[in-house]
């Protein structure tokens, strides 16, 4: 039983450090798609400047990503 608990962790941990690295570079890809820098993106997110358009296509980076990891 303890191998069986042992062997789900690991595949668990897997599978979120595979989603994980999916989103390394999610700023910089949205910035390069919207013609922006990647720290204005970081500043957007983080809820210090407003725009509806980076935060349309953050969500729509991150959807996609989520969607690829199932």
Not at 43 to 68: D, F, M, P, T, Y
Request: proline share 1%.
């Amino acid at each position: 039983m303890k191998n069986a608990k042992r062997s789900n962790n690991t595949q668990s941990t897997a599978q979120l450090l595979r989603i994980h690295k999916l989103h390394l570079g999610l700023y910089a890809r949205v910035a390069e798609d919207l013609g922006v820098s990647p720290s204005y993106v970081s500043l957007v997110a983080n809820g210090i400047r407003r725009s509806e358009k980076i935060q349309r296509v953050l969500i729509q980076e991150i959807a996609r990503i989520h969607a690829s990891a199932r």
